[in-house]
């Protein structure tokens, strides 16, 4: 799993390539956490077009996120979807906490 990060104004966007699963899930928690912190970003936009995989410690990962982010009274969004990880999502429930956008721009607009 490769992070690559963007910060526009206080939003920090970043780009998963690979695979988020337990033999990686705690490294990249603690990389986003740090990163958020460090960079004092307000909101999160989750892109996810070279994913390749996620399993229930990627969930863990997402939603972790989401819930440091909203205390911080900020919004999580993921944008660039792949259909194999639309569907973890649909069937995990994350779009009930989590807005799907279909581009970085319209995301950064209503964030």
Do not use: W
């Amino acid at each position: 799993m490769q992070l690559k990060y963007e910060m526009i104004d206080h939003v920090l966007i970043v780009k998963f390539t690979g695979e988020l699963d337990h033999h990686v899930a705690e490294e990249i928690r603690g990389e986003l956490d740090e990163t958020i912190a460090q960079k004092r970003m307000k909101h999160l936009i989750l892109d996810l077009s070279e994913m390749t995989f996620m399993d229930s410690s990627g969930i863990g990962v997402i939603i972790g996120r989401y819930k440091n982010i909203t205390k911080l009274g900020g919004k999580v969004a993921v944008i660039n979807v792949p259909e194999k990880i639309n569907k973890i999502f649909k069937l995990a429930g994350l779009y009930h906490i989590i807005t799907k956008y279909s581009d970085k721009n319209e995301a950064i607009n209503c964030m």
